[in-house]
Nanobody
Framework: QMQLVESGGGLVQAGDSLRLSCAAS????????MGWFRQAPGKEREFVAA????????TYADSVKGRFTISLDNAKNTVYLQMNSLKPEDTALYYC?????????????????????WGQGTQVTVSS
C-alpha cells in the first residue's frame, strides 16, 4: 500500500496562488507516476495534472494549463501542485493519486481509473 497525504489547501481570493503538497510513503515513490485531480460540489472528479515518475513529462487539463505547474521531489517523496492566478471555478477538493504502471506510456495517464492509490484530499476555496 502507498499512503498519500495532501496539504496546502486553503481559502484565497481570485488571482492568488497556492502550492499543494502530497507526501507519499509505503512504496518506492520513484516507481509511480503521480497525478492531481479535483472534485467540486455536485460534479465528478476530474483530472488536473500529472507527472511521470522521474519528471520526464507532464500533462495538464486545458482549464489549468499555463496557470498550474506539477513537480516532484523524489528525495522527499513529494509531489507538488503550484497554482497561480486562481479562479473561483478552481474551488474544489484536490486529490493526489499514484499510478504504479509507469510503463503505460511516455506521458502519464489522465484517467482516474488508471490510478491505484489516492489521498484524502485538501480543500481549495477561491473567493471572487
Amino acid at each position: 500500500q502507498m499512503q498519500l497525504v495532501e496539504s496546502g489547501g486553503g481559502l484565497v481570493q481570485a488571482g492568488d496562488s497556492l502550492r499543494l503538497s502530497c507526501a507519499a510513503s509505503g512504496r518506492t515513490f520513484s516507481n509511480y507516476n503521480m497525478g492531481w485531480f479535483r472534485q467540486a460540489p455536485g460534479k465528478e472528479r476530474e483530472f488536473v495534472a500529472a507527472i511521470r515518475r522521474r519528471g520526464e513529462t507532464t500533462t495538464y487539463a486545458d482549464s489549468v494549463k499555463g496557470r498550474f505547474t506539477i513537480s516532484l521531489d523524489n528525495a522527499k517523496n513529494t509531489v507538488y501542485l503550484q497554482m497561480n492566478s486562481l479562479k473561483p471555478e478552481d474551488t474544489a477538493l484536490y486529490y493526489c493519486a499514484a499510478d504504479r504502471d509507469y510503463t503505460r506510456g511516455w506521458y502519464p495517464s489522465r484517467q482516474l481509473s488508471d490510478y491505484d492509490y489516492w489521498g484524502q484530499g485538501t480543500q481549495v476555496t477561491v473567493s471572487s
